[in-house]
């Protein structure tokens, strides 16, 4: 049966790019329902809408139907996906904030289908506070969001604001439209995810970069695959993943007391955390003044968790990740076999596009069969469904 997305568009000069996102959805055989607000109706003809989605398109929720339904409600439960696309400031305004009034804010507060934001604005506007705000309110209710790209905006302006690329948009709906099988129903699946820190004294401490996507996006797949999953989560800023238990550590030694005591029962074990590899040798109970000269701190190394893992194996499957700066393939199978891993992820971690906090990732998952499988940049969401796809001998 074919999947229905509906399709919301808003007044924005991006507008016309929605055109080429419905055509590429309609050449995959899927049913395509759009809704205009009254704002971009002013930017393109409705009709044309009409022409390439092969259905009636909605402007006016208060217009004589062309069939005896409620509009609003009606394509709210036919839709297996909402799309919001460009989706102006004011659209996020109203929706995090409860208001509907117009068809397409209506839809989207009537429908349980999952709906995904693709803002495109000025750069000052999306980068003001209420909208940010806005933004990350909207996430918290599991709403979800195809970041923009950043460039030159029609407006003259240079920097991030504008829609992201129509392959980017298509290749999300397509991804969120995939029946998901669930083939790791009954498994046990451990991840551990974000950074940890090493405190030097009660205001100071040493960390890393990691944001935490990556694993929290492994935890997601895994859920929706039917896995029982626990998530064991240095400090982020990350909106916690529904119906997925979250343990919150703080440093390495947290780190290996809940994974060890969560370790026996797991099928698979994926290690995305960014886990610190020293601390300070000897820590200040007090914070330490500043003085006249440098501060010179001795580091000791912490609990290399990962090799202890691998050590202590019986069934569970272990990944490991990578994160490296040069000779990324070397270096990912030095670590694949000094910690006796089934599988590991490497990736650059230099690159612009996909470096620390990016929503996209470029890796290469190895398997200790010397198996290579090379993903060239894609959301942390679909590396996630390739990663489980190896582990199960998808790929």
Known sequence: MSKCVVIGVTGGIAVYKALDVISALRKKDIEVHVIMTESASKFVNPLTFQS??????????????????????????????????????????????????????????????KVVFAPAMNTNMYENKIVQNNIQKLKSFGYEFIEPASGRLACGDIGKGKLADVNTIVERVLFELEDKEQD????????????????????????????GKMGYAIAEEARDR?????????????????????INIRTNEEMKKEIFENFA??????????????????????????????????????????????????HQILVGFAAESNNVIENANKKLINKNLDFIVANDITA???????????????????????????????????IFDMILGKR
């Open 52 to 113: 390439i989605s092969q259905n009636m398109v909605v402007t006016d929720m208060f217009a004589e139907p062309k069939a005896w339904e409620i509009q609003h409600i009606s394509l709210a439960q036919k839709a297996d996906l909402m799309l919001v696309a460009p989706c102006t400031a004011n659209v996020l305004g109203k929706v995090a904030n409860g208001i509907a009034d117009d068809m397409l804010t209506t839809t989207i507060m009537a429908t349980k289908a």
């Open 184 to 211: 790791l129903k009954g498994k046990k699946v451990l991840i551990s995810a974000g950074p940890t820190i090493a405190p030097i004294d009660p205001v100071r401490y040493i960390t890393n970069r990691s944001t």
């Open 226 to 246: 039917g896995a029982e999953v626990t998530l064991v989560s240095g400090p982020t800023n990350l909106e916690p993943p529904k119906n997925v238990r979250i």
């Open 265 to 314: 029962d797991s099928d698979i074990v994926i290690k995305s955390a960014a886990v610190a590899d020293y601390k300070p040798k000897e820590y200040s109970k007090e914070k330490i003044k500043k003085g006249e000269g440098d501060l010179n701190l001795c580091l000791t190394r912490d609990n290399d968790i990962l090799k202890m893992l691998g050590e202590s194996k019986t």
């Open 352 to 386: 612009s596009d996909t470096g620390f906090g990016s929503d996209d990732n470029k890796v290469i998952i190895i398997s200790k069969d010397n198996k290579a499988m090379h993903l060239d940049k894609m959301s942390k969401k679909e590396v996630a469904s390739n």
